[in-house]
Every structure is written in structure tokens, then in C-alpha cells.
């Protein structure tokens, strides 16, 4: 079979797409909305694919007072718990029995990566995606130069081949090159960065 057909045991992660992160929202990523129409693309496919689509949504999901945040770290404060600016964005057509990722919960953590986050029930994402027997993940969504270049490399770590979606990720660029910069760091740690 085509390695870039979708199989049975794949599993779509998609990051932090999250109002936020959107233009308008408190740390918006630049063209952060523009991952929506390609990531819904990518959600028809693993739904034509897969009798039961494997999608993992990660969302940020810091408390209030968040060492994150400034004055002790470098972010304003966003995706606070509970809040608008934390919901996905409204556009996004994950499917009802998408897998919610929870992550930065603590005041003391990031939480950039997915994998530092878990399921509703408490389970850390590495667990959850052996429980369900995922075999490779394809990872999309915001932001290419932090919770997604966090997430791949940790996917990576823990022996999942990754299929970056090049057309459905957008980097926040703090430092102009920072996104170019993570999706070679990403090719060299294994990732293939696949368009349509
Ligand atoms: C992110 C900065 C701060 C992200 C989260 O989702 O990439 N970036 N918190
Ligand atoms: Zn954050």
C-alpha cells in the first residue's frame, strides 16, 4: 500500500487549533486561521478512511495564573481554562468522538507538547495512543516553531513515525525563520512533511 495513504492504524493529532491562537485572539498565531480548511480536508479523509476516525485534539488549557504567562514567562495569558479564547476554533469539524488532549493544566509547566497532556480520564497522550493501537501519527495545527514542533519531536522520541501536514500547520515566528528552522529540526529528527 502507498505509505502516504491513510491506514487503519494511524492517528490524526491536531494541535492547539484554538480561538486564541486565531486571528483576534490573545496570542494569535499570523494566518492561524488558514489551518482550519486543510485540517477539516484532512479530517475527511481519515473519516473516508477509518470506520472509527482516530482523532486526538491537543488543547493548551493553562490556569490563570500560569508561570507561562508573563511577568515569569515569555506569553501573554491565553487559553485559560474555561475561557472563550481556550475553545477550538468553531470552524474546526472534529468529529463527535474526537480524543480531547489536555495540556499546561499546571501552573508550574508549558506544556508545549501534546504528549505532556492527557485524555479526559486522566490518561498521558504516549499511553492513550498504545492503548489504541496507533501506529503513526500525522500531526497538524498551531504553532509550527512551539506545540507542534514540541509535539513531533516527542512523537518522534517515543518511536512514532510522524507525517507532518505542511499545508495545515503556522508558525508564530517570535524570531523571523523560527518556523523554517522547526521543520528542518523536524526532518532531521524523522519527520516527513507531507503537502496534498
Ligand atoms: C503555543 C506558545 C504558547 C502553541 C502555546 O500552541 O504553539 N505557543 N503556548
Ligand atoms: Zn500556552
Same mark, same amino acid.
Request: proline residues 7%; aromatic residues 6%; contains cysteine.
Given at each position: 500500500?502507498?505509505?502516504?495513504?491513510?491506514?487503519?492504524?494511524?492517528?490524526?493529532l491536531?494541535v492547539?487549533?484554538q480561538?486564541?491562537?486565531?486571528p483576534?485572539?490573545?496570542?494569535? =498565531?499570523?494566518?492561524?486561521?488558514? =489551518?482550519?480548511?486543510p485540517l477539516?480536508?484532512?479530517?475527511?479523509?481519515f473519516r473516508?478512511?477509518?470506520?472509527?476516525?482516530? =482523532?486526538?485534539?491537543?488543547?493548551?488549557?493553562?490556569?490563570?495564573?500560569s508561570?507561562?504567562?508573563?511577568?515569569?514567562?515569555?506569553?501573554?495569558?491565553?487559553?485559560?481554562?474555561?475561557?472563550?479564547g481556550?475553545?477550538f476554533?468553531?470552524?474546526?469539524?472534529?468529529?463527535?468522538?474526537?480524543?480531547v &488532549?489536555?495540556?499546561?493544566?499546571?501552573a508550574?509547566?508549558?506544556?508545549?507538547?501534546?504528549?505532556?497532556?492527557?485524555?479526559?480520564?486522566?490518561?498521558?497522550?504516549?499511553?492513550?495512543?498504545?492503548?489504541?493501537?496507533?501506529?503513526?501519527l500525522?500531526i497538524?495545527?498551531?504553532?509550527?516553531?512551539?506545540?507542534?514542533?514540541?509535539?513531533?519531536?516527542?512523537?518522534?522520541?517515543?518511536?512514532w513515525?510522524?507525517?507532518?501536514?505542511?499545508?495545515? &500547520?503556522?508558525?508564530?515566528?517570535?524570531q523571523?525563520?523560527?518556523?523554517?528552522r522547526?521543520?528542518?529540526?523536524?526532518?532531521?529528527?524523522?519527520?516527513?512533511?507531507?503537502t496534498?
Open positions: 500500500m502507498e505509505r502516504r495513504a491513510i491506514q487503519a492504524s494511524d492517528g490524526l491536531i492547539d487549533v480561538r486564541d491562537f486565531l483576534g485572539g490573545a496570542l494569535a =498565531v499570523p494566518g492561524g486561521d488558514g =489551518v482550519v480548511a477539516n480536508a484532512w479530517i475527511a479523509r473516508a478512511a477509518q470506520a472509527q476516525p482516530r =482523532v486526538y485534539a491537543s488543547r493548551d488549557w493553562h490556569p490563570p495564573n508561570r507561562h504567562f508573563r511577568p515569569a514567562g515569555p506569553w501573554p495569558p491565553h487559553c485559560v481554562q474555561g475561557t472563550p481556550a475553545a476554533a468553531a470552524n474546526l469539524a472534529q468529529p463527535p468522538a474526537a480524543i &488532549i489536555s495540556k499546561g493544566t499546571r508550574d509547566e508549558d506544556g508545549y507538547s501534546a504528549f505532556d497532556g492527557r485524555d479526559a480520564a486522566g490518561t498521558p497522550l504516549a499511553e492513550r495512543l498504545r492503548q489504541d493501537g496507533i501506529a503513526r500525522w497538524g495545527g498551531l504553532a509550527t516553531d512551539y506545540c507542534v514542533r514540541a509535539s513531533a519531536l516527542a512523537a518522534r522520541q517515543h518511536g513515525p510522524v507525517m507532518l501536514l505542511g499545508d495545515a &500547520i503556522r508558525a508564530v515566528e517570535a523571523a525563520g523560527d518556523g523554517e522547526a521543520l528542518a529540526e523536524l526532518r532531521r529528527a524523522g519527520v516527513q512533511v507531507v496534498e
